[in-house]
């Protein structure tokens, strides 16, 4: 725990020093990356607010790896991202959502190794709702290899040495962990600072909010199907029926969770027979805020973090939120495995 006593407000700056301190063999390298995503983030927030009235609205034309449509801000935030990271010189390779391959940056001695998702939620940038960035940093594997591959950055979630986001809603959120916890900060624009608001944020154990996309029940697991009529069920001991809340930006449904509790789900379809959500720059980042949170984030089988990735793109289904509703679908997802 940080000393909030002494302070009524600690800048993201500051926090990320006390909480390096507490690491004597620390080289401050991490806290320089952390501080590094803070400013892009900054610099992201200023467009994504004021995106209605310049011409950086609307697609661009070109599309990402998935065949996405691509907004300019998408791009625009990508850009201060690895610019940003880029500076510091302790990043030696990003992989983004918006680049088919690794982005060598050049920095033989970077030992850092950053997934981003630069605009998670893209889609929602025209209709002024939440948006969102994420961020997954991991050491370098082989340091004897000059040459950077995937190879390098294909390691499980339980890796990470940090994960976060920022979220782009009626204001500006930074959370992250370095696994001790999960902090968050709020931006306060007339200063420009990232101010610490949580210092050790924990997901109630139980919520009664579940959030997927229903437009798809038809190609959902059978057990997910009876999950869902069961939140829908009235039963006051449980408080259910539950509230449903889709926001199509899974930074913004993933951080109500975190905030409210409950669980957000998007499984695998006939549309994405492996799920929708990438395994390295959207469900291992948010799985690791969320167990350090004390919740749980599973694949519908095992956890997420445990998964050994094959590929830098790779989809994967997630259920995430409370321990006591993620082990409730799951017992739905068991009991209802075998049937189609
Ligand atoms: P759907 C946004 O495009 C995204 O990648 C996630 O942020 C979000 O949770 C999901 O896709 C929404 O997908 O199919 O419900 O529109």
Redesign the pocket.
Known sequence: MVDQKSKSVITLEEYIIQSQNKFPGAKGELSQLLRDIGLAAKIISREVNKAGITNILGEDGSTNVHGESVKKLDLFADEQLISALNRSEITCMVISEENDGIVDLDNDGGKYIVYLDPL????NIDVNVSIGSIFSIYLRKNTSTKKLSEDDALQPGLQQVAAGYVLYGSSTLMAYTTGVGVSLFTLDPSIGEFILSNDDIKIPDYGSIYSV?EGNYKSWPEGLKKYVKYCQEVDDETNRPYSARYI????A?VHRTLMKGGIFI?PDSQEYPNG??RLMY?CNPLSMIIEQAGGMAIDGNGRVMEITPESIHQRTPIFIGSKQNVMKVKEFLDEHKDEK
């Open positions: 998670d939620g893209s889609s996309n199509g930006a899974m930074v449904d998007y929708k959500l959207e």
